[in-house]
C-alpha cells in the first residue's frame, strides 16, 4: 500500500556494505563510475537534495532495563545503513523508478523508498487523542 504525501520529497536509504566483496577491481572501477554517473545525472537533474555516505561507527540508544546507549550500527551487519540520498521527485512512483537505477542492487544493495512527512505521524496521532481526551 502506498500512501502519498503532499510534499515531493523522499528519502532513499542504501542497505548493504558489502556488495564489492566478491568483486574483481575491474568489477568494482566499473561500478563506481556508473555509481558516479547516475549520482551526477540526478544532481544535474535538480533530484538530490542531499546525499550523504554514513561512517559504520555510532551508537544506539534505547530505553532497555532504563536508557542505555550501545556501540552500533555494526558494521559486519549486511543490513546496515551506508547512506541515504534526500531526493526530489514528482510521485512516489519517479522516487522508486529512481531507486531502481541504483547500480549495486544487483550486488546485494537494497534501497529502502520512504517518503518525508509534514509531521511524525506518531506525534500527530498523539496529539490528535489528547485534543479528544476528557479530563
Known sequence: MTTETSR???MLLFRGT???KRLSPEEIQ???SQWTSWFDRLTQQGKIKSAH???PEGQIVSWKRGQTVAD????????AIG???LLQAKD???AVAIAKECPTLKYGVTVEVRPVAEQCAQMQRVTEQLAHATV
Open 18 to 20: 558489502h556488495w564489492d
Open 8 to 10: 515531493s520529497e523522499y
Open 30 to 32: 566499473k561500478v563506481m
Open 83 to 85: 547512506g541515504y540520498f
Open 92 to 94: 512516489h512512483d519517479e
Open 53 to 55: 555516505p554514513l561512517l
Open 72 to 79: 552500533g550500527p555494526f558494521a559486519e551487519s549486511k543490513e
